[in-house]
């Protein structure tokens, strides 16, 4: 079941959990509800004169733990959205609590767990850490079951997704509060900074019956909510009118097409761009390589464009290495790909050339159709993108460039530079295991995202064990030394210089390295050359950021490790690119 819900993008994924919750596959404790008893003074009167006060009490009825799919032997703790709990709360007759009310739950509770915080990081909005964290909380379970078999009220471990007053001004958000310690205060206050849309390990759902008893009588929670004499009973925030959140569904991913006419027009002639609702999208002809190119966007906030060889290269039986280039922080594409530089052009577009370099790779690898797809985003930071949207639509962004090429056999390159990296380790944080069909995965000083502890180790491990036609090529630089206005601006531990010792050192433990040490490198390598981190010296205290990539550090990533490593360019050296360079004005 994990398995499965981690390859689904977050739509699917919840629309699965729906239908495995209304099909009953959730565990039998979770069927009984426990009474919490609540009470209230409400001063009577009006008009600032105080007539006397009324004690009000009532039983509300709570699920003994979190929503969760499975059997009492093997369950999981489901973190899903609010839209979607509702949709669950909805079907069942049920409400989600308010603030006031998790407080009351956590008093009347029978077992107290600890809160179990996983450092922060991308990768907590993913199914596989929001399994890990259901073993911890299942461990501390487990430890009380002695004393408190299943079928107490349990709680402190997560945060609960409430409904607040607060929501009316705060439209699209979610309000969490919650993960009470042992001493009885939340570290979570209620909070509504995050989008609906956001859904991590640590906040999950419990569920309370709509029909509760107040003064003897049978009212909903509902209507307590919204009589100023009885919300006390509920709510510390007053009367809460609208005690629900929306039911729309997710919307799908959508897609928008255009051609793209920036390297097709006439001299003189001004850019002219097309625009296609329609997947997939028009290619067009570059004026000066004959290229086919079209870029496109995918929700959200994603930009893609595509660098594919003419349409003649395309035979039967030649596969396609489809290169799936990840940006680098604050740069464009058109800046990525680069261009023949003239007085007063912007410098960003003569540090990369990606575009040069695949040209170079083309008539080096004239077996294979090498395509190229730039992948940008609107903040132009793909760990600010990760940090806003979380890692479960990566796979599917994947999957929709892809399809362009789906009728050929593709062997697939996840490659970056700079912050383009943590686009790589987004996907890695959200697939159990690396696909057969990607055939190398090369950081371009990129990999600052690198954690074992979210497994990644062991899922780039496991591939390479998987093929030998799976390459993992790391390329970095002392920046541990380097200086900027005088001043170090990374750790020596939080740079690539540091995450790539780290990565050394992991890997290690499952493959025999031989090291090669000079004035100018430090290289690892192992498995004959598959697995390979090259690491530049810098007693100069430079930055070579972007001089790796410069200097044929993408020719290099893509054929390091196999016969044609070397052939007609040196990596760190001289560009072997430069009559490839297209010739455009900068936009």
Not at 343 to 365: C, K, M, S, V
């Amino acid at each position: 079941m994990i398995q499965r819900l981690t390859l689904l993008a977050l739509p699917d994924r919840e629309k699965e959990i729906v239908s495995q919750v209304m099909a009953g596959d959730v565990p039998n404790f979770l069927r009984r509800l426990r009474p919490v008893q609540v009470t209230n003074v409400f001063e009577t009167g009006s008009a600032g004169i105080r007539a006397g006060s009324k004690t009000n009490t009532a039983t509300f009825y709570a699920t003994l733990d979190y929503l969760a799919l499975g059997s009492d032997e093997d369950y999981f703790l489901t973190p899903i959205s609010p839209n979607t709990a509702q949709r669950i709360a909805d079907r069942l007759d049920c409400s989600l609590p308010t603030r006031k009310m998790v407080n009351d739950i956590y008093r009347a509770a029978e077992v107290k767990l600890a809160p179990a915080p996983i450092p922060p990081s991308p990768a907590m909005t993913t199914v596989p850490v929001f399994s890990n964290h259901n073993a911890i909380v299942r461990a501390q379970r487990t430890e009380q079951l002695k004393a408190h078999p299943l079928g107490a009220l349990v709680a402190g471990h997560q945060k609960d997704v409430v409904i607040s007053a607060k929501l009316a001004t705060s439209p699209g958000k979610v309000a969490i509060y919650g993960w009470h310690q042992t001493n009885g205060a939340p570290i979570q206050p209620l909070y509504l900074g995050h989008t609906a849309a956001w859904v991590d390990y640590s906040q999950c759902i419990r569920l309370v019956q709509q029909k509760m008893l107040v003064n003897g009588h049978t009212k909903t929670i509902a209507e307590v909510l919204a009589d100023p004499a009885l919300c006390g009973l509920l709510s510390d925030e007053g009367v809460i009118p609208d005690a629900r959140y929306p039911t729309n569904a997710w919307p799908e991913p959508s897609v928008k097409a255009n051609a793209v006419g920036r390297s097709s027009v006439k001299d003189g002639e001004a850019d002219k761009t097309t625009t296609d609702a329609s997947f997939p999208p028009h290619f067009v002809e570059s004026r000066q390589f004959k290229e086919r190119l079209a870029s496109f966007t995918l929700a959200p906030e994603v930009k893609v464009h595509v660098n594919s060889p003419p349409q003649e290269t395309f035979s039967a039986g030649k596969k396609v290495l489809f290169i799936l280039y990840a940006l680098p922080n604050g740069n464009t594409t058109e800046q990525t790909i680069g261009k023949v530089l003239k007085p007063g052009d912007d410098w960003h577009y003569n540090i990369q050339h990606i575009g040069a370099q695949t040209r170079f790779l083309r008539e080096l690898l004239p077996e294979r159709t090498i395509v190229v797809a730039y992948l940008e985003n609107s903040l132009k930071s793909w760990p600010g993108w990760r940090r806003k949207y979380g890692d479960q639509r990566i796979p599917e962004i994947i999957a929709k460039v892809k399809e362009l090429f789906a009728a050929l056999q593709i062997e697939t390159v996840l490659s970056g530079h700079s912050g383009g990296g943590s686009f790589i380790f987004g996907y890695l944080n959200t697939v159990e295991s690396i696909p057969d069909d990607v055939v190398r995965i090369a950081f371009l000083d990129s990999n600052y995202a690198y954690d074992r502890a979210l497994g990644h180790r062991d899922k780039l491990a496991r591939w390479l064990k998987a093929s030998e036609r799976h390459f993992l090529v790391v390329l970095a630089y002392n920046d541990a030394v380097a200086l900027l206005d005088g001043k170090h601006f990374v750790s020596a531990a939080g740079g690539t210089w540091g995450k790539s010792h780290e990565m050394q050192r992991d890997l290690a433990e499952g493959f025999k390295f031989t090291t090669q040490t000079n004035a100018e490198f430090q290289k690892f390598s192992a498995l004959d050359g598959r697995l390979l981190l090259i690491l530049k010296e810098n007693p100069e205290k430079k930055i070579f950021h972007t001089v790796q990539v410069e200097r044929n550090g993408f020719i290099h990533c893509l054929v390091c490790g196999t016969p044609d490593e070397g052939k007609g360019y040196e990596y760190f050296g001289e560009r072997a690119y430069s009559k490839w360079i297209e010739e455009l004005d900068a936009k």
